[in-house]
């Protein structure tokens, strides 16, 4: 016997058909896209909105304090002096500045050792 499809009884493929044939679009159920409709413009550089690239711009040209974005430091602008030590705010340590004696022996609060005090005999003997 023939196939179901020479028989009749089963048509030919959607494709044969027709059915999916053409494309949407070109059947007209669906419209073109939203640009070809004018709908939506074109994009933000077509439109002139966003001119050349960032490079071309210049916006990462150089660095921030090149550009005068940011100025240099504190210190290179003047707000703040250089350190405590440097703007003489406080000498250079305590002990130079006399606020500390040196230690305790060289003050002679305390004598060296037991030994060199004569606390005990050299030798117990």
Avoid at 14 to 36: H, L, S
Avoid at 49 to 55: D, E, H, K, P
Wanted: charged content about 45%.
């Amino acid at each position: 016997t023939d196939t179901n499809r020479e028989r009749g009884v089963r048509s030919d493929t959607n494709r044969e058909r027709g059915v999916g044939a053409d494309k949407n679009r070109e059947r007209g159920v669906k419209a073109d896209t939203n640009r070809e409709r004018g709908v939506k413009a074109d994009t933000n550089r077509e439109r002139g909105l966003r001119v050349g690239t960032n490079r071309e711009r210049g916006v990462g040209t150089g660095t921030n304090r090149e550009r005068g974005v940011k100025a240099d430091t504190n210190r290179e602008r003047g707000v703040r002096a250089d350190t405590n030590r440097e703007r003489c705010v406080k000498a250079d340590t305590n002990r130079e500045r006399c606020v500390k004696a040196d230690t305790n022996i060289e003050r002679g609060v305390k004598a060296d050792t037991n030994r060199e005090r004569w606390v005990g005999a050299d030798k117990n003997r």
